[in-house]
């Protein structure tokens, strides 16, 4: 058994949850799940970022308070633990005071690398971020599409250019894998550019009074993405009394994955690998990255109105179907496209048409002719089945193509059930071999299943153990 850190990026609370945040929550539970299946002790965190300007406009915006702004949607992101049946084992919001601790340790453990200068900047409130002038797009953030706006302050700066050899050289190795290679280039393409030195504070004035002091001077507020990059550690107990489960699971700990969108790569492969070096605490071992959903070819957003809602999608199709979609119809380290038509046809397809069916026919035909099961499987089906598993567990990261893997067991079993004709054979003794065959795959499909999706799996035991069949995914 070993530990395994595995944690998701936390988003600001400005809006309600869309299904671009539900993408990574997802992916990150599969592999949590399937490193439990393994017999990992694994920790799984999540959270809300919520010391960002961007918090403080929106709900000044609303006409609200921000703390009942702030409030109201984090309850909307923690409330899809239970809609998606996710399994992480804590989560953080950058309110809470075990975070105000950990974040200013952290300051104080980076103090050397910290100074204070007056400066002037492009800063992008949507990305909490300041751009060089080659770095906009037409003038424009090239994530938001919006102008900065100009900064001219006095703050605390962080010594970037300092580790900029050693992350180079951390990168380069793989010391940490940033996963897909294209991200890495990306990253390895920012450094070679140059690294400067950031900013990591805003006066009180800008900040509204809102966010983490810095150590020692109560007049400037902790730039948000120097407190939120703390969150994984601070969920492990770092500032605490306890240090115990940060040890455990992070500096004695060389398994650590992040699961972060491609827009916040910058942040955590190369500003938080810099903090951590500066503050002399380990290093993540994996970031993994994946792609934004777009809708119909556009980009999710408010503006536009196309934000697809987890809880409506949830509501009207299941838990299980939003997860399958989520995993097989979008390619894990890239952007994929959502609509619902898309997302009907891969619902009655694969789910309704696919494993649905495959296991309603059986039992029923199972039951109505009263078959035993409990024959060995014959040779080609173990030798498939042995197959499969190996593809799937070689496959597992990225997740469509595992998922691929399994619904070609489904078809197989499919086209086997087609040869054989069972419906039509009045021989006990050969069916009893082809339900047997089917019944041995089923229960492999039900395993392979559990980290993706748990509830569909457990169903499908549960059918084969009782012998009557239920709609798993009824067809729409």
Known sequence: MKNIFISSSIPFVNASPHLGHVLE???ADTVARYHRLLGDNVFFVSGTDENSLKNVQSAEKAGENVSDFVYKNYINFFQLKDLLNLTYDDFIRTTEQRHFIGAQ???????KDIYKKKYSGLYCVGCEEYYKEEELIDGMCPEHKTKPILVEEENYFFKLSKYQDKIKKIIETDEVKIIPQSRKNEILSFINSGLQDFCISRTNERA???GIDVPEDSSQKMWVWFDALSNYINALGYGSNDESKFNEFWN???DKVHFIGKGINRFHSVYWLAMLLSAGISLPKTIFVHGYITVDGQKMSKSIGNVIDPYKLVEKYGCDAVRYFLLREIPALEDGDFTFDKFEKRYNSDLADG?????????TMIDKKNINIDKEPEELFINKNKEIEEKVKEKFIYFNEALDEVWSLISFCDKYIE?????AIDDANGNEIIFSNITYSLKNISQLLRPFLPETSKKI?????ILKPEPLFPRI
């Open 419 to 423: 040869e054989k004709k069972p419906w």
């Open 252 to 254: 004695e700990n060389k």
């Open 355 to 363: 494993i649905g069916n495959l296991l309603s026919r059986t039992i």
């Open 25 to 27: 929550l997802v992916q």
């Open 461 to 465: 035991e549960e059918q084969i153990k």
């Open 105 to 111: 340790k952290l300051w104080k453990a980076c103090a």
């Open 208 to 210: 509204k009074g809102w």
